[in-house]
């Protein structure tokens, strides 16, 4: 099992990234990552990498990619200049079907559109979407797309995102008959923008030919309720909502420890919530934790968030394992599209 | 003082509005409040209004409003037939001028549509904007707008949201120099929707001439920053997104008092916890709990949650009386216009 792995592009530098590398190499020893990005650098980390992770340096295999995409770079620059890459060297080493999926921590709107141009779509898709599963308050997980790949979508794109969720939902979690919902502004008929309804009006159209069951229109707090498995948007509501909530959980858990601390026996509390806060604070941070997936191209590729930390990326490769292992492109060039 | 107040609309029937307007009107002797709705049902809820609150009912003054706009009606059923419900009555008695502001909790769309009817617009805008405060990091609000009563908003009108919100923190906030933001999916001016560059380039066009600071583009996580004033994004941005942050909020608090029952010292966590966390959800549920204001209409219109309780709907009259003190509407017509 081998995988590629774009070095550069994390907020860290590619420290993070090699030692999230060397965690998940350490864990499967049938892994091997090929890791893209400038050798020297590669190489310095390597030799840094603390004891326990230092025995998996045999399977981390250094590639040089002399050039990096800034995170300023437009998807533009990127097509344009961005051929000697480590953002595209690790995506021709999936195209070339040396490595089963991709992992990268840099600009999204690049990665979009040089996997596009890599990888290729499937037949029936246009453009790729992303998205990332939410955690519920019934522990189920939604996936919410678009991400942010398509701002101004048509309401025929929203139809494709319903596929491409469902078809994550199913092949991936195991989902029978994925629930999926429109997001919306109400659950009446008449609300929403003229792309939401037309999107209802298609979805409906095609309602008993579909492999998942639609339900028509949700609201923004119906994401966290535990009752609809995928959650479509264009990719301007879903960037913003995602990144709302993460700033929202962000200063929740910091308001809940600061009113334990200024409470008279808050101290002790606050002894007692620090290790809960702090899982829930990854549990709610998906992106960061989990990495999103590029979907409708006919190769993995996973972004993994650009702050990440090591267990981050270390996540990520997780992400790409579980779409290698259940052949996400395959099932949904067969069955889906 | 006399304000109008819509009774019918709420989802739990007139007694928590009444309840909440009783609470209004005990502690400000110079207050009044017209009722509007079914004569019966609020001569019946008077009576029954518990001890310390009966006092108030000598300036609580029941007018008979037949009919009632119901949560399903669409704006247009509203206009053609409603010129009898407890809502447009209410408004009348704000038209009129015997009433200072009109507080409703009814369906939104027919509250848009009937205010902008019965008060009309100050010139220079074309309908109104929903907008509330939501809390930050750094202990200032938010003005979020607009939250839902424009859908597909064109550029300008999106310019029309940034001038409306920054008069808000300005007269009734008192922010001096109000920071305004574009909500996007990234800071870099490629970035975005069509109609959210064009607003970009008219407000940066105009900067030299606006009364506040325009900051450009922010992203969703910027809202709870504190380092924004008001955020600028087209109603079903707004919606979604103040739904979503209502939901995970539930989410987190529920989480958090879950986590802390279930580990081995957690019961006496969890006793601590219980108060920290109901006032953080009361804060954070910024509409259910300060109502939402209706702005760029001649006169002063604010909008409780539906789902509100007697003390939801008592803030919502504050809110009202507050933009009643610093004259919200002159000033819009006079400065900001």
Same mark, same amino acid.
């Given at each position: 099992m081998r995988l590629a792995i774009d070095v550069m592009g994390g907020d860290q530098g590619p420290r993070a990234i090699i030692e999230g590398s060397a965690k998940a190499v350490i864990e499967r020893p049938d892994l091997e990552l090929a890791l893209f990005g400038p050798r020297q650098r590669i190489t310095a980390e390597l030799l840094r990498l603390p004891q326990p992770l230092a025995a998996a340096a045999s399977r981390l295999v250094a590639y040089d990619a002399p050039s990096v995409v800034s995170q300023h770079a437009s998807a533009a620059w990127a097509l344009r200049h961005g051929h000697d890459t480590s953002m595209a060297h690790m995506l021709r080493d999936v195209s070339d079907g040396r490595a089963m999926a991709g992992v990268s921590a840099g600009n999204t709107a690049a990665l979009v559109a040089l996997a596009r141009r890599e990888l290729g779509m499937i037949a029936g898709f246009s453009r790729p979407a992303i998205s990332t599963a939410i955690p519920t308050r019934g522990g189920r997980r939604c996936y919410l797309l678009d991400l942010g790949a398509n !701002?101004?979508?048509? $309401?025929? +794109? =929203?139809?494709?995102?319903?596929?491409?969720?469902?078809?994550? @939902?199913?092949?991936?979690?195991?989902?029978?008959?994925?629930?999926?919902?429109?997001?919306?502004?109400?659950?009446?008929?008449?609300?929403?923008?003229? !792309?939401?309804?037309? $999107?209802? +009006? =298609?979805?409906?159209?095609?309602?008993?030919?579909?492999?998942? @069951?639609?339900?028509?229109?949700?609201?923004?707090?119906?994401?966290?309720?535990?009752?609809?498995?995928?959650?479509?948007?264009?990719?301007?509501?879903?960037?913003?909502?995602?990144?709302?909530?993460?700033g929202l959980t962000r200063m929740l858990v910091e308001r809940v420890q600061m009113a334990f601390e200024s409470r008279l026996c808050g101290r002790l509390a606050s002894v007692l919530a620090k290790p809960v806060l702090k899982r829930l604070k990854q549990e709610l941070d998906p992106v960061r934790y989990n990495g999103a997936s590029l979907l409708g191209l006919k190769r993995i590729v996973v972004k993994s968030h650009g702050g990440t930390r090591a267990d981050g990326f270390y996540y990520a490769i997780q992400r790409a394992l579980q779409e290698v292992e259940h052949d996400l492109p395959m099932q949904l060039a067969k069955r889906w599209a």
């Open positions: !701002v101004d979508s048509p $309401a025929s +794109r =929203l139809v494709d995102f319903a596929v491409l969720g469902a078809a994550m @939902a199913h092949c991936v979690d195991g989902v029978v008959h994925p629930r999926v919902a429109l997001l919306n502004v109400g659950a009446e008929a008449t609300k929403g923008s003229v !792309v939401v309804r037309e $999107a209802n +009006r =298609l979805l409906k159209e095609r309602a008993s030919s579909l492999p998942f @069951a639609y339900q028509g229109y949700a609201e923004g707090g119906d994401i966290f309720q535990g009752e609809i498995d995928v959650m479509v948007c264009d990719g301007f509501v879903g960037n913003v909502t995602l990144k709302a909530s993460e």
